[in-house]
């Protein structure tokens, strides 16, 4: 029992399998690889190292070779030397041998005279003249020194010779044939120079002293065109390299980059026109050779910045561009004092790139920003735009506020792009893009608001809808966003980038921004803003009225039926007139809105009484223009009385009133509510009803108004309003499916505080929204 428990605790030795075993079968094919890599970088390694010793090797053999060639370039001089010398020896002893034969001559007179003489004349025909050797002397002295290039010794000697020797001073036609071998001799010389100064400048690594020497001595050939040339391709040789030494490092600093080139390019054009001032002088010919130089490295400048900036659509290239205008227009604006004016120049080369650049852009800002289902996360933190529009934040969902912090960052994240001459040359454009981008987003709003008919929400279907606000609080809480955006954010943003555009000094009086709020163009661009935001607005009056107007099934609450079948012969002996039932609901439909409006937009007064204000325009401009309405009158079948047009006088004056009494008169009301009540006259007239003595006097109207709103808010008349027949106007729950009880809740005092809270004298007149003459 014993060695079976053994067996069974210690295996046979025959199940262990050796290390090296296990080592050949699960050796791993990365350890393989590794082993692999490591042996070719070995090989690699040594490849290496031998390049490097050939390349030693050959370096050294060059250096040698050129020790060679220097040394051989100075025994050629020396060569040049003797020769020299030699020649002079040969001249020295030719006059040696003339003067021997004129002594020999003079001393042997007596002496086969007529035998002697043609001889000795040949002799002396054949030997040079003292001028013709002071030639061959000068001839070859030049030589030497464009040998040694010694150019200012050539070109003094070269001067002296020329202001002394008489051959070369008249015409070459007349000369001799000897005069005109030297002159053409003298010119090849002075060609050679030449060619000599003009391979001096085109050295790649010539000193500016040594170019200056050379630019110099071609001025004093009388090369004074070719010397100026020379100057602008010498520089501009130099700012091509040093271009080509800096583009690569573009791709690192995508922003930068512009300003650098800047910086290279036209501190090459200020000292190239330097120099040829103080080279030239103020000579119009070499001015506008400047100029125009100038004009083509700002070409080329232009091209660079196009071909080597980031994608146009990326926020990198908008910074690039931004930074190209900044530093190459102040650059530019540097170079006026030396009378160089390519400003102009350089803002026609860049608009097309810069509009190029904002467009694409903006196409990028307006699809991130009406792109709501992809929010980034890190933007929603953002403390510039947070504070005021987290206020509109719902507990049931934060699309509508994360979508607007969304597009505050946009707009911020451009506008940090902009640099002062951005905004100077380029600020209409921005601000008009900006525009259209919020137009957009208002647009986008507009679809999360209910639609009034159903073809629109047909229409709607067709889009994706990211948030959609149903209850009063929801759309108010998206018009104060949108509010909110328009009156503070906006212009905040923008104003103190224009500020800081207002602050920078321009060197001419018309590059000098005004004030930026008094700026035509930021004018311009609050009205195109503020149209925008009308659209929201009227949408969701609209939609809002005609959901007050008409039921479910599409029947008209408000029609002209309550105006033809009301009980009585007079309003003005009736104890207790009252508004229709449909006003009324008007009333208490507007007094719980201006309610939920004081806790949705608390602090935002402004917006409140805009909607309001607009609301009541709203109810009494459809009812101006509903025809249906007034057909009826017009209808000879239908009787009329005088109460109907009591009744509808009253609830103009009832409407007019209910706007003074909240705090926001509007002379649109008014003027509507006229218009409707002269329209009534005129109807009721032609049917035969005599106004004068149908209608009380205007005050009584009024007051009756005041207190119909009065007797509302105090619940006085809560059962009279209940106990109208509804088969005369049709008012149905839906009107108030809002409120918790009928139309006795009008009594609310809590209603009243909120709905009065505006008092008239701190009312902002709405009708700059409304009425472009208020």
Known sequence: MESSEEDDDFPSIESITHQSKIDSLYQSHTEKGIRKVCCELLDLKDAVENLCGNMQTKYLAFLRMSEEVVEMEHELVELRKHISAQGILVQDLMTGVCRELEEWKSANSDIGDSQLDPQVDELQGSLPSDADNRKA???ENIDVLLAEHKVEEAIEALETEERNCLELKGPGDTASTEASSYRSAFLKRKSMLEDQLIEITEQPLVGILELKKALSALIKLGKGP??????LKSYGSRLQKRVEVFLPSCSVYPKTFPATLSRLVFSTISVTTKES???????????NRVVQWAEWEIEYFVRLVKENA????????????CNCVQASLTYSAMLESQGLKLSKLLLVLLRPYIEEVLELNFRRARRAALDVAEIDESSLFSPRSMSPLSAFATSSDSVLVDSGMKFMDIIEDILAQLTPMAVLHFGANVLTRISQLFDKYMDMLIKSLPCPSDEDNLTELKEVIHFRAETDSEQLALLGLAFTILDELLPLAVIKVWNVNNETKEQESENIVPNASIT????????NLQHSFDKLRDHFCRQYVLSFIYSR?????LNALIYLSGEGEDLYWDSDPLPSLPFQALFAKLQQLATVAGDVLLGKEKIQKILLARLTETVVMWLSEEQEFWDLFADESVPLKPLGLQQLILDMHFTVEIARFAGYPSRHVHQIASAII?????TFSARGIDPQSALPEDEWFVETAKTAINKLLLGTSGSEASEIDEDHIIIHDEMVSDFDETASSLSSVESFE???SASMGELDSPVYFTDPEG
Request: charged residues 25%.
């Open 520 to 527: 035509a163009e930021l004018k311009e661009w609050k009205r």
């Open 553 to 557: 099934e599409g029947k008209t609450r």
């Open 277 to 287: 001032g103080l080279i030239f002088g103020d000579n119009p010919v070499y001015t």
């Open 137 to 139: 002397i000068f001839l």
């Open 310 to 321: 980031p994608s146009s659509e990326t926020d990198f290239a908008l910074g690039a561009a």
């Open 678 to 682: 002269a329209r009534a006259i005129r």
């Open 226 to 231: 070719l010397a100026h040339q020379l100057l």
């Open 754 to 756: 909120s709905f009065a």
